[in-house]
């Protein structure tokens, strides 16, 4: 039985799922089987994968679904995998020859230890080539409070003890979004250790417009699990207050999206309402919207002048021409 087995979703990734594939069996670390789940790909997603399972069948293992998503397909690779340690690779990402071997080191010298959180450098966007978070990372380890205060505490490329898996059970299927946040937290809550290694020991692939693209349904998947999680914290702890202040957070930052949406789409009852609701919670994000808005596409700030009563209201403060 291997030691590691690293869970690899798979949805219409034909271009990239044999790179992310290599780079798992160039591994070090070689006590590896890697589980790859193509989840309903309508592209050559499985064909690929089988293709490379043959050349390697003692070590890659495929499985073939309809659409669950990212958590339904980590569910299934659990369900495949044999390995006493689980490690998350996303079929567009890469791991450098070393990332395992680094990571097992960490968690072996430490039972407490039951997740190592990684570190990877941007690979295509503004911030190619840089690390996606400091490779001096003065962060605390994380722990569930850190976690809460900070969602991005836990990096995607994480290896973690299957003992998670038995004692808080896999990903939540209801999440089509964050969750593996989700799953990092129940874990804290569960009372398991994690340590960071900061050195960026991967390829974290960013799209073109993927950020900006799937704004709103982060933010709404984020709220999500502040909201599942509140319940669960011990009332009237750090915990809880932190996950209050976060919900506080990004319901806020949901309605900036709104303005921002409606004003784009010069949908003036829509941004009329959102402003006023983002001038109830608070004015200075108002003012900072506005402010964005204007930057970057004046026109449509001069047309939210004349159509919103709300953003009117600012006109003594900030100028829209």
């Given at each position: 039985m291997p030691t590691v087995s690293v869970l690899m979703p798979a949805f219409n990734v034909e271009p990239y799922l044999a790179e992310s594939v290599e780079s798992v069996l160039a591994q070090t670390y070689r006590d590896v089987e890697l589980v790859i789940v193509d989840d309903g790909s309508t592209d050559g997603t499985l064909a690929v994968a089988r293709r490379l399972r043959a050349a390697h069948p003692e070590r890659i293992v495929?499985?073939?679904q309809a659409n669950r998503g990212l958590a339904g397909a980590r569910n299934t690779a659990i369900a495949a995998s044999r390995g006493?340690?689980?490690a998350l690779l996303d079929s567009d990402d890469v791991w450098m020859p070393t990332f395992l071997e680094e990571q097992m080191r960490i968690l072996e010298t430490d039972p407490a230890i039951a997740i190592v959180?990684?570190?990877?450098?941007?690979r295509g966007g503004p911030n190619d080539g840089s690390p996606v978070h400091p490779v001096d990372d003065h962060?605390?380890?994380p722990n569930l409070l850190e976690i809460l205060r900070d969602e991005t505490a836990v990096f995607i490329m994480s290896v973690f003890r299957r003992e998670v898996v038995a004692r808080i059970g896999g990903f939540d299927e209801r999440f089509r979004t964050n969750e593996d946040y989700?799953?990092?937290?129940?874990?804290g809550l569960a009372g398991f250790g994690f340590a960071r290694n900061s050195w960026p020991l991967g390829l974290y692939r960013r799209h073109p417009n993927s950020l900006s693209a799937s704004e709103q349904r982060m933010v709404a998947g984020i709220l999500r699990v502040y909201r599942k999680?509140?319940?669960?914290?011990?009332?009237?702890s750090p915990?809880?207050?932190?996950?209050?202040?976060?919900?506080?957070r990004f319901e806020i930052e949901a309605l900036r999206i709104n303005v921002r949406a409606a004003l784009r789409g010069h949908d003036a009852t829509s941004a009329s309402r959102a402003i006023g609701e983002l001038w109830r919670r608070d004015r200075r994000l108002v003012l900072a919207v506005a402010a964005a808005v204007i930057g970057v596409a004046p026109g449509v700030a001069l047309w939210a002048y004349r159509v919103c009563g709300p953003l009117r209201a600012l006109s003594s403060r900030v100028r829209l021409t």
């Open positions: 495929v499985v073939s006493r340690v689980l959180t990684g570190n990877a450098l941007n962060r605390p380890p989700d799953f990092w937290i129940r874990a999680t509140w319940p669960r914290c011990p009332p009237g915990e809880q207050a932190a996950c209050e202040q976060q919900i506080v």
